[in-house]
């Protein structure tokens, strides 16, 4: 079972900054079957990156997803108020198991 | 537009069941698998199951494993998830989502609004 331990815990940025989000999974993900979801309160989370790298449909460009292997992160560049929020990265690749990291909060400093 | 509703939360007491369903629509339902999701109040989201667009094949977390089944009607576009012998540490929201590209081995793109189980006495 893949254990994906996302760091920092929270992060303390002001708009217009960049937040760099890191995912590192205890074993290889295959295929780059990494996925990186946005969650506000009292809401469903919402798909931001798939594949490690790829944008889902209608996420602004400033969100970036990079990495392989073990080490993988979300980049959102120029940070717009309606960015704070939690994210979380998720390995969906194989075994049957669908893991989620614990979760970054993206505070406004 | 693409979406998918649950129904079917409550608060039920230790031990009790509960079944939750989850309504699909503006897609071709029948061509998608669909996980479970839950979280926990101030938690984490925690992977719950999965089932196969034809609903041959279920997968389920270890910690739900044997207490809860994942069925669906693909003729009725909605998803069930039969919840047995609850315990307090199912307490949670929970979600549908749907798999991106129809397969187990995907993102999940559109996910439900989710319902809320209190499993208490």
């Known amino acids: 079972e893949i254990v994906l331990t996302q760091s920092p815990g929270t992060l303390s940025l002001s708009p217009g900054e960049r937040a760099t989000l890191s995912c590192r999974a205890s074993?290889?993900?295959?295929?780059?079957?990494l996925a990186w979801y946005q969650q506000k309160p009292g809401q469903a989370p919402r798909l931001l990156i798939y594949?490690?790298?790829s944008r889902a449909t209608g996420i602004p460009d400033r969100f970036s997803g990079s990495g392989s292997g073990t080490d993988f992160t979300l980049t959102i560049n120029r940070l717009e108020p309606e960015d704070f929020a939690v994210y979380y990265c998720?390995?969906?690749?194989?075994?049957?198991?669908?893991?989620f990291g614990q979760g970054t909060k993206l505070e406004i400093k | 537009q693409v979406q998918l509703v649950e129904s079917g939360g409550g608060v039920v007491q230790p031990g009790r069941s509960l079944r939750l369903s989850c309504a699909a629509s503006?897609?071709?339902?029948?061509?998608?698998?669909i996980h479970w999701v839950r979280q926990a109040p101030g938690k984490g989201l925690e992977w719950v199951a999965v089932?196969?667009?034809?609903?041959?094949?279920?997968y389920y977390a270890d910690s739900v494993k044997g207490r809860f089944t994942s069925s669906r009607d693909n003729s009725k576009n909605t998803l069930y998830l039969q919840l047995n012998n609850l315990r307090a540490e199912d307490t949670a929201v929970y979600y549908c989502?749907?798999?991106?590209?129809?397969?187990?081995?995907?993102?999940?793109?559109?996910w439900g609004q989710g319902t809320m189980v209190t499993v208490s006495s």
């Open positions: 089932i196969s667009y034809d609903g041959d094949k279920q």
């Open positions: 998720q390995q969906y690749g194989s075994s049957a198991m669908f893991a």
């Open positions: 989502a749907k798999s991106m590209r129809g397969n187990y081995w995907d993102a999940f793109d559109i």
């Open positions: 074993q290889i993900v295959t295929r780059d079957s």
């Open positions: 503006e897609f071709t339902f029948s061509t998608y698998a």
């Open positions: 594949g490690a790298s």
